[in-house]
T-cell receptor
């Protein structure tokens, strides 16, 4: 079973920031939180990951709460091509990146 | 382009056939993975190879047989499959293990249909 919970779906207006929440209250102190997305019929695409500190790269920002019980993925300026299923993942055990159901993000014009 | 290439992208096979899926990574990684994604189900880890040694086998039926001849190539040999084995099979690679915070990169997948 996945250690993370996410809302099943979200909408976002094109050009606005998309904020995708994830709860992971049971992860241990040394477990990283990863975000991937999957566009239909394609393999999952890596977005970002972090442990304790907030992280930013060219795709997104990851905000992790101080108690590490939850995090938020931020796509600063969503485009139609960002429509996908977004997965928040904590490792199930060594080498097993256990994906849950994810959040289906729909970016609307 | 993720640096992980899978062939074929689509495969249709009968239940008595023998076929293979191929994966090649161009990232210099030392760990490779096979995942299965069935319709409306989460990804399931099947096999993990680290430094060409199998380190994990998640109770996968013997009709699926992996092979890792070197750190850049991974095969999944398929034999006498069932229709319920129809799925998207994903290959992935990483440099080092996941618990260390390394990133796993996925290929585009091979769509398998068993008829």
């Amino acid at each position: 079973d996945a250690k993370t919970t996410q809302p099943p779906s979200m909408d976002c207006a094109e050009g606005r920031a998309a904020n995708l929440p994830c709860n992971h209250s049971t992860i241990s102190g040394n477990e990283y939180v990863y975000w991937y997305r999957q566009i239909h019929s394609q393999g999952p695409q890596y977005i970002i990951h972090g442990l304790k500190n907030n992280e930013t790269n060219e795709m997104a920002s990851l905000i992790i709460t101080e108690d590490r019980k939850s995090s938020t993925l931020i796509l600063p300026h969503a485009t139609l091509r960002d429509t996908a299923v977004y997965y928040c993942i904590a490792l199930y055990n060594n080498n097993d990146m256990r994906f849950g159901a994810g959040t289906r993000l729909t970016v609307k014009p | 382009e993720t640096g992980v290439t899978q062939t074929p992208r689509h495969l249709v096979m009968g239940m008595t056939n023998k076929k293979s899926l191929k994966c090649e990574q161009h990232l210099g990684h030392n760990a490779m993975y096979w995942y299965k994604q069935s319709a409306k189900k989460p990804l399931e880890l099947m096999f993990v190879y680290s430094l060409e040694e199998r380190v994990e086998n998640n109770s996968v039926p013997s009709r699926f047989s992996p092979e890792c001849p070197n750190s850049s190539h991974l095969f999944l040999h398929l034999h006498t499959l069932q229709p319920e084995d129809s799925a998207l099979y994903l290959c992935a690679s990483s440099q080092g293990g996941l618990p260390s915070g390394n990133t796993i990169y996925f290929g585009e997948g091979s769509w398998l249909t068993v008829v």
